[in-house]
């Protein structure tokens, strides 16, 4: 199953580092069953775009979480064996839990901000625990920075992405 992995730049230099993102159980981003029935289009390509999505919400919560990370959101994007994941529905209709550590050689793509998102980015995260509380102005900024794509780099890019 293609999953969606929020991130920081710091997770993805660990990821470099080690090999493998972990420990277990981590929480990702897939296309579930819940998010096909919510979901009314079943346009494969909009589902996963949906889902991609919510990852990168999460990583705002991530750069909320770490101050001293660079305002830049990261998505890693990996193929993970069907028996490794668990839906969890009562989290949000696109939730997964992976079962083990993510191998470097898992993952498919590296989806991060380019430099001009980080105005907004830096916005967001401070705004992304209101926002999830309902706070409108506060969901303007994350729609701030939800206005911004996400770039797309393969995996042999890491190393170019760190410096």
């Known amino acids: 199953m293609r ?12 990821l470099q580092k080690s ?22 289009d079943e346009d494969e390509e909009e589902l996963e775009y949906a889902a991609f999505t919510d990852a990168a919400r999460a990583s705002l919560r991530l750069l909320d979480a770490d101050p001293a990370a660079p305002r830049r959101r990261v998505v890693l994007s990996a193929d993970v064996p069907d028996g490794e994941i668990r839906p969890h529905p009562e989290l949000d209709r696109s939730v997964v839990r992976v079962a083990v550590p993510t191998p470097l050689g898992w993952f498919a793509a590296v989806h991060v901000d380019n430099a001009d998102a980080v105005p907004d980015v830096t916005a967001a995260a401070s705004a992304i625990v209101a926002a999830d509380l309902g706070d409108d102005d506060a969901q303007f900024a994350v729609d701030g920075a939800e206005g911004h794509e996400l770039e797309w780099y393969g995996i042999q890019e890491i190393p170019d992405l760190l410096t």
């Open 3 to 14: 999953i969606y992995l929020p991130a920081t730049l710091p997770i993805l230099a660990d």
């Open 19 to 40: 090999g493998e993102h972990g420990p277990a159980p981590l929480t990702a981003f897939g296309v579930t069953p819940a998010l096909r029935e919510w979901y009314t």
